[in-house]
């Protein structure tokens, strides 16, 4: 067996969810410095440097120049979601090419294949669940909704 299959994203896009959930630590707080940021999330400065115009042309987070200036949220953390994050940086949350909407890829065994309304059960529940996927309810902890979803897979032995 090789392993568990998984749905990947990007080290540019984990990169910006680390940053923001930093950044909803001090929401409401102090701006935090890009070098703070950088070292707390182990990200290359430079990097992340690229990364924090992106967020801010995205309207989610502000710069604050000055000697005590950074960055903080610009927005509420219960209006940014995963998935909108996942989808400006890495553009699809489908699992294969075949049931993405933004990305569609002609696949040779689509008019036989039995696997694709599976694959595109899969993709509308993972997109469903990122997009309800607030960065303020993943910090606290899932809420009831997606506890429950995790449990029933756990108490059927799914392994998922």
């Not at 392993?3 to 990169?15: C, E, L, M, W």
């Not at 610009?74 to 996942?86: C, L, S």
């Not at 040779?108 to 599976?118: A, D, H, P």
Request: charged fraction near 25%.
């Amino acid at each position: 067996m090789k392993g568990a299959a998984s749905v990947k994203i990007s080290k540019k896009t984990d990169y910006a969810l680390r940053t923001l959930f930093t950044l909803l630590e001090y929401y409401g707080s102090s701006p935090v410095p890009i070098r703070e940021l950088a070292k707390r999330n182990n990200i290359p400065k430079r990097f992340l440097e690229h990364i924090m115009l992106e967020l801010k042309a995205q309207g989610w987070v502000s710069s604050i120049p000055g000697k005590n200036g950074g960055y903080i949220l610009a927005k509420n953390p219960n209006e940014i979601t995963v998935g909108q994050v996942i989808r400006y940086f890495d553009g699809v949350l489908a699992p294969v090419g075949c049931v993405s909407v933004a990305e569609y890829k002609k696949c040779s065994q689509e008019g036989v294949c039995k696997f694709r309304q599976l694959f595109a059960n899969v993709r509308d529940y993972m997109v469903e669940l990122m997009h309800q996927a607030t960065l303020q309810k993943v910090y606290d902890g899932f809420s009831g909704e997606f506890r429950e979803v995790r449990l029933n897979y756990m108490q059927n032995g799914d392994g998922i």
